[in-house]
């Protein structure tokens, strides 16, 4: 349906054009509404750990820049729907096995499928009707929960990460559900400072202060944290 008028802080989006979540929907009963990748993509959106706010800056002020100190982090667009819609996608490494994943921050857990799952060499375990995954629009059970020792993409590395495996209706219908498919949440990323750039897509991560001496070349260490 589409509503006139729809104002985040100081922004403005004349005649959006919205849906409304399934009444049964877990997530209605605790929020209001989800903004979408189609929104957010109009900016650069900025998260501060420290501060823990969200900032929409201009595209191109975030674009125009090398930011020192931070780690860019290739995310690649995947369309869909006579609209365009996109989902966000970018690799990870898990036991040295790559495995593409969905950047999803609306999610509040990471998982994987059951083809990466097994790929990793994870036993089954029997599912409980109570034991379930819900999101804004579905209901899934959880077929395991396991804790991955390491996580890394590009030169970021995240550590005993728990991850759900669930066959969510997203890996079937836009990741081929054969193969090995994960979804990061947003507990992985708020632990850092980040900024999604979708003019040049990508995600730019700020290194962690006892990283910099290994993960950041000399010249750059001194400067950690600055944009520029």
């Known amino acids: 349906m589409d509503i006139s008028r729809l104002a985040v802080g ?13 009444s ?5 009963t605790n929020i209001d509404g989800i903004l979408g990748i189609n929104f957010l993509r109009r900016y650069a959106v900025g998260f501060s750990t420290r501060e823990r ?3 929409l800056y201009p595209p191109e002020l975030v674009s125009r820049r090398n930011y020192k100190g931070w780690t860019a982090i290739p995310l690649k667009p995947q369309h869909f729907g006579m609209r365009g819609a996109a989902i966000y996608v970018l690799d990870i490494k898990v036991n040295e096995q790559r495995i593409p994943a969905i950047f999803d921050l609306g999610a509040g857990v990471n998982v994987l499928n059951w083809a990466a799952a097994t790929s990793l060499g994870l036993e089954p375990i029997a599912s ?3 034991n379930v995954l ?5 209901r899934t ?11 890394t993409t590009e030169r970021v590395s995240w550590r005993n990460e728990q991850f759900m495996v669930a ?17 990061l949440g947003a507990e992985l990323f708020i632990q850092r400072d980040f900024i999604i750039d979708f003019t040049r897509n990508r995600l730019l991560v700020r290194f962690a202060m006892d990283e910099v ?12 944290g600055s944009g520029q």
Do not use: H, K, Q, Y
């Open 134 to 138: 819900s999101g804004a629009i579905e």
């Open 167 to 183: 066959e969510l209706e997203i890996f079937e219908t836009l990741m081929n559900g054969d193969t090995p498919s994960a979804l």
């Open 24 to 28: 049964d929907a877990v997530a209605g």
């Open 128 to 130: 409980r009707d109570d």
């Open 10 to 22: 100081r922004e403005v989006w004349i005649n959006p054009r919205v849906v409304s979540l399934p």
């Open 213 to 224: 001496d290994v993960a950041v070349p000399e010249d750059v260490a001194t400067r950690t």
């Open 53 to 55: 706010i969200v900032r």
């Open 141 to 151: 059970p959880i077929v395991a929960e396991l804790r991955i020792e390491e996580v």
